[in-house]
């Protein structure tokens, strides 16, 4: 059922014109990039112009119905971008707003990369080391890895209590740092884009629990 819905889904997105950029995505089973994906979940990310569309969408698209009626379990994550830069297939989908947005709470952020078929094994070698060291850092919440190609085009999608863990996992963990240098002098990818985003809402349950946490607005979204 998933093989199918991720060709099925393109026809429906791509004349959408509510959806402004969209990836059909495959997940892996622990939490980051992965080898191994999880044939039972997959994943859509998607823009849009503002949360009217994005109900709008849910309501009454084939995507937003086919999901109730087929899936045992959704969750949704609604996030406001804070900062973003690199590339996505050439496009910059990512855009923060021109106004102040506060991020004293959670944020969420999203790596992802097109790994030269070169420097796939460079890649893939340190992978395991990285995502150990994620998920023992302060601050971190949760997270899952999504694929676009299978090898070659990966991202992860996590979540932090606050910036400040994010900053501490990123520029002050050895493992990652050191990865992040190795990376940089052997030109690992033809393309990256690093982005952070402030969650607005989460729905629904992953994987298999509900995925709830403090918002900077003081309210506690987990249903």
Known sequence: MGFLSMALFRLFLYPDS???FYKLLGTGKNGTFDMKPD??????????????DFDDFL???????????????NWTILCQPLQSH???DGKKPFHSTS?????????????????RVS?????????????????????FISSVGIGEVPFLKQATFSIWENQESIDA????????RQVIKKTRAGQWYSEELFAR???VATYGTFPGSKLSFQFSNNEVLNN
């Open 18 to 20: 509510r959806v402004l």
């Open 39 to 52: 044939f039972f979940s997959w994943g859509l990310l998607a823009t849009w112009k503002n949360k009217e």
């Open 59 to 73: 309501r009454t698209s084939f995507i937003g119905k086919y999901w109730k009626l087929f899936s045992s379990e």
């Open 86 to 88: 690199g590339q996505w």
């Open 99 to 115: 106004e102040q947005v506060s991020c004293e709470g959670p944020v969420a952020v999203l790596t992802r990369a097109t790994i």
């Open 119 to 139: 420097k796939l094994r460079a890649f893939w070698s340190n992978v395991g080391a990285v995502a150990e060291e994620m998920k023992r850092s302060e601050g």
């Open 169 to 176: 996992f990123a520029y002050k963990k050895h493992t990652h």
């Open 197 to 199: 985003f402030v969650p």
